[in-house]
């Protein structure tokens, strides 16, 4: 437990100056693994908020079923303020690895604008 816990730091601390805007979000997530589906509450952390985009995922669910805490590493598609992400995660009370999905609410911006620049004109005298 200390190792991952170690590993997970450091692979943030590394990936830190990669991070463009990060986004929190809050939904639903649905884990399959062990011949059972769980479901559960969850909160991510996404590497952009720019909405119609894709963007790496880290989080952490809640599984309503067994009580346990599951940390999750995957990537999702962020819409206008909503996303739907697909992940793999590990039962924090010895229930393994598993994979899942995941839906729900994250503050997005829109795509930035291109700058508009006015056409070139004769030079200055």
């Keep these: 437990m200390r ?3 170690l590993t ?6 590394f990936s ?3 991070l463009a805007d ?3 979000g809050l939904g639903l997530s649905f884990s399959f693994g062990g011949g059972q589906s769980q479901t559960g509450i969850g909160l991510r952390v996404f590497s952009d908020d720019e909405e ?3 963007a790496a995922s880290a ?3 809640y599984i309503f ?3 346990a805490w599951r940390g999750t590493v995957g990537g999702a598609y962020l819409g206008d303020n909503s996303y739907v992400g697909l992940d793999v995660g590990l039962n924090f009370n010895g229930g393994g690895v ?3 999905i995941s839906a729900g609410a994250v503050n997005t911006e829109d795509k930035a604008a291109p700058a508009v620049t006015p056409p070139p004109g004769p030079p200055p005298v």
């Design 3 to 5: 190792i991952l816990a």
């Design 8 to 13: 997970s730091a450091c692979l943030l601390a």
């Design 59 to 61: 989080g952490l669910d």
């Design 98 to 100: 598993n994979y899942g």
């Design 16 to 18: 830190t100056p990669v």
């Design 65 to 67: 079923g067994s009580g």
């Design 52 to 54: 119609d985009s894709f």
């Design 22 to 24: 990060p986004a929190v």
